[in-house]
Nanobody, 117 residues
Framework: QVQLVESGGGLVESGGSLTLSCVVG????????VAWFRQTPVKRVMIASV??????NYLDSVRGRFTISRNNDRKTVYLQMNSLKPEDTNDYYC????????????WGPGTRVTVSS
């Protein structure tokens, strides 16, 4: 079973920055698209993804403020979060994806981001 371990969350003031990390224990990481998600009342929504070539995609609400990147040697995906807003307060998760769909049913513990106004 692939292990997903997110970290880097915390409490930050509005306008501040955080960098999240996720270690993906997957031998196929180098070839995979990976993404960050956050929770909505209905489901977890993909907010940023990066494919094996380094091409990125973002949800409109975070584009221009968040940057996803990867380090294949460390099997780690990052999310640099700038200009944070109170509405970014949420739990953040990572997963491998095909399109917009997460592959692994077993999610990591997530990392909590709280943005104060």
């Amino acid at each position: 079973q692939v292990q997903l371990v997110e970290s880097g969350g915390g409490l930050v003031e509005s306008g501040g920055s955080l960098t999240l990390s996720c270690v993906v224990g997957d031998s196929m990481f180098d070839f995979a698209s990976v993404a960050w998600f956050r929770q909505t009342p209905v489901k977890r929504v993909m907010i940023a993804s990066v494919n094996r070539e380094g091409d990125t995609n973002y949800l409109d609400s975070v584009r221009g403020r968040f940057t996803i990147s990867r380090n294949n040697d460390r099997k780690t995906v990052y999310l640099q979060m700038n200009s944070l807003k109170p509405e970014d307060t949420n739990d953040y998760y990572c997963n491998r994806v095909v399109g917009d769909n997460p592959i692994y049913d077993s999610w990591g513990p997530g990392t909590r981001v709280t943005v104060s106004s």
